[in-house]
């Protein structure tokens, strides 16, 4: 009866409170792990941004008007990037704060 039932039920919310926390902890570390490769992403971009402006400034490349317009594309290119990067950094790194208090 209720009397062989009621052993049971600490085990099963033991189990069901050991599965939520792995869920929350791989979650974590999900989290985790896409801040880490964001941050390697930004740094990329961020070097690749530095590559172009660097070409833009160069004097020799003032006579040649397509590649000037080509650089200036793929500076603006770069600059969405980095900023679509850096919105979902933030957004990463406030799941990591609200949810589990630890940030990068």
Do not use: C
Not at 6 to 31: F, H, V
Not at 43 to 52: F, G, H, P, Q, T
């Amino acid at each position: 009866g209720a009397a062989a039932e009621a052993p049971g039920r600490p085990k099963e919310r033991e189990r069901e409170l050991r599965r939520e926390r792995q869920q929350r902890e791989r979650r974590e570390k999900q989290l985790q792990s896409e801040q880490t490769n964001l941050e390697q992403g930004i740094a990329s971009v961020e070097a690749e941004i530095a590559r172009l402006e660097r070409m833009l400034s160069d004097p020799a490349q003032y006579g040649d008007f397509h590649r000037l317009r080509e650089l200036g594309e793929q500076l603006e290119a770069g600059k969405n990037e980095l900023a679509a990067l850096l919105d979902r950094w933030e957004e990463v790194a406030r799941l990591l704060d609200s949810e589990y208090g630890a940030q990068k």
